[in-house]
């Protein structure tokens, strides 16, 4: 059949396959079909980019337009990282800016990103368009002044969560007059302020503009001229949303918001003050997503804005939501599929009392019938609680909990939520990512390794009591690819006798677990294909370490290209002797 | 009918293109569903070819008389224009439902034709059959060769894992799990079948968490005898398997792949050492016994490779797949030069024979 069917055609077929597992799959068939998909591979992801050198992506897909990298752990988001561990995209840049001209996308996700890489990235690809800096970090805004000036067919700049070395707002007005193809600007992590006029000015000249996420330097009576240059806008992100309140502020708001006939993602609205809400209630029933997240609003305005959108399937707010605003979120919006509830004061550093308990995850899930993905902060959980989630929800693909007091019993019975989370898994068949909290034993493992043959991202902290722990999920969990630890007593008998499974998977974090320096450089020499690194901030050099000595943290990924050469002193690899195989 | 009869007699009759098929058979089609297929339409405008049947439009090669009725009928459908999006939608899902090999033919013939909206239409069915397959279960699908070398396969960017080696070992260790509560259950049962079976998925384990370091003296003697015993009459019931299995495997691809193995194998040694110095420590006597039992110093190159093989081998040979495994594997292990494996529970249950080091 194959002998039949000419190159073109195929090519074509393979057009319609969307994802990056269906195209890896495909190259994977045979001889003619790898050779298909390389050259027409427009779209390439590299989950970690350590795990092959960019000449080897180059190499292998010539013709590539679109390309997303991410660089650090995920643990890094919760400061576990230290500063100058790595991810620099330069190496990647560099090389691109080579071999592929005609680039057009580049998606980085926790990368350090340096001005130089901006400059390089503006002068290299002519046909660039879009650029998402996703928790980057490394550039200024004299960066993005290149980007603004050279770049002449930008859609998309997308900055979110980056730390941005904000200079000043002057770079907004690089964009030249004659650029008009702006499709999607998120600014929402500057802190600075951006020249108003000439924002207003760019967004009057770029008729295609359908999402806009300004930063809190925005004022709130500014937004409103802003929204009538751009009726057509589809996302809006918006400033801080208070003053005192003016009826003639107010009714322009809300004139603008009225003409929002786009309207589907609402963000912002830091400080919000309860007075300007209603501006956006003429938008609410169109609204879809809404990220609250920044917004100290409490109920019952909270509640009130959250209940007016019967079509919200993205909500995203603080613990101010409370129980009794879930249960009117489960009351009226029905097609909720995704739930994310972030503490407002984690550290209890006020002697706040909020009304926000498993009861309300417990009411969004029976009156939710579509909700797949739940983030949720709380401070008490019950098994009971978890068991009828579970069953309420078979449908969930994303469950993390994060009880905010480590190792938290079921605070009604005192036992560890290991039924709870077992139920979880159980129930849930197509669960992709896990995150656990609270008393957990091995047993919680052992439900995990025999249930969760779906799991492809797990997060364990202060959890288990031996290696069997980490063993059970190491040899049962199918589909891992990613494992990340924290706090847990797991050693090295169950890292050792599951080595090969990491090479299954993309990365294994664990720190101030019990590791043993012996046991990284065994399993490094044991699997070739494994960087193994061990990060220690303590003074003592290195060759002094015994073979005993605990690990403090320790990251291990697959890899085709050998050990990295650009680590900072605290990082060691284990594979100072292991070849670099390919490339 | 002569043309000009036609026209004569019948002039509100349609007119008709004549369509030659590569086996020579010579049909006519109406002419507005013919001239939908935009190779038919300028054949027609620029040659004036089609009028008769003597000047037939010689079709394209990947156009069969079946796939042409096919196409016909798309055509026939189509081109009528009264017709809502809904209308066409529901045909073209009806339409659409055929096997995959017939499927390939009319998206081959549709291209070859140029009619755009039925390639795209064939093209996005065929993507979808494809989603959410491995590459094995895409090979089956539309009989492909398995002639990737391993290196090309071990190529980066497989961000998922659809690892057989994996599962093998689950099963394994369930069934080896499940095998450690009979036998303690059943103690004085039957020794021969329950031995025939233990021995089996004992050796599997033994391979593939083969303890190392028998060369080096750190099992019991008493074991290493038994064993050596065993190991000479393996070897002689196992030749004529070895011949059987070498030849399948020197005609599937690559000798690249080979190649790769020597030279790993050439730094084999030195690892073994490394692992030696780690068995002397031993597992927590929490873990269940054949958690106790190490990883070996295979290449993961190499284990994977053999692994797959084992697979191919155990669906092709069909038989009952543990002893069969079994006999793969010691001759894989003889290939690839190991250190001997022993069980080491107390039986005298065989290892996997291994000659050389």
Redesign the interface.
Known sequence: MAYSFPEEVLEHVFSFLHSDRDRNAVSLVCKSWYEIDRWSRRRVFIGNCYAISPRAVIRRFPEVRSIKIKGKPHFADFNLVPDGWGGYVFPWITAMASSYPWLEEIHLKRMVVTNACLELIAKSFKNFRVLVLSTCEGFSTDGLASIAANCRNLRELDLRDSEVDDLSGHWLSHFPDSYTSLVSLNISCLGSEVSFSALERLVSRCPNLRSLSLNRAVPIDRIACLLRQAPQLVELGTGAYNAELRPDVFSSLSGAFSCLKELRSLSGFWDAVPAYIPAVYSVCSGITSLNLSYTTMQNPDLTKLVSQCPNLQQLWVLDYIEDCGLEAVAASCKDLRELRVFPSDPYEEDEFDIALTERGLVSVSEGCTNLQSVLYFCRQMSNAALISIAQNRPNLTRFRLCIIEPRSPDYLTLQPLDAGFGAIVEHCKGLRRLSLSGLLTDRVFEYIGTHAKKLEMLSVAFAGESDLGLHLVLSGCESLRKLEIRDCPFGDKALLANAEKLETMRSLWMSSCSVSFGACKLLCRRMPRLNVEVIDETSEVAESRPESFTVQKLYIYRSVAGPRLDMPDYVLSMGEESPDLIG | MSEGIMAVVKPEMKSYIWLQTVDGSIQQVEEEVAMFCPMIYREVIQTGMGSSKNYAILLPQ?VNPSILGSILDYCRFHQVQGRSNKERKTFDEKFIRMDT?RL??L??AA?SLQLKPL??LT??A???I??????EE??ET???????TE???????????D?P???L??RL?ARKRKELKEREKLKNAEVEEDRVDERSVDDLLSFI?SRDGDAKGVKTSKGKKKNRRRKDQKDSSSTKDDETIQKELDTSPSTKRNGEINNILEANPS?SA??Q??SSGS??P??EPD?GF??D?L??AM?EELDREVEDFARRLNSGWPERMQEILSLGQEKKSISSAIVDNGSSRTCISLNQR
Not at chain 2, 130 to 135: A, F, L, S, V, Y
Not at chain 2, 142 to 148: E, W
């Open positions: 990947r090999k390939c033919e998206t081959s291209d390639v795209d093209s996005c065929l993507a979808r494809i989603e959410g397959k491995t590459p895409i090979r539309f009989h492909l060769p398995d002639d990737l290196e090309e396969k071990l190529e980066p960017l497989r961000n998922i894992s690892d080696r994996i599962r070992l689950n260790y968490n690892r490394n692992a110095d780690f597992f927590s929490k873990l958690d190490m990883d110093d290449d993961p284990k």
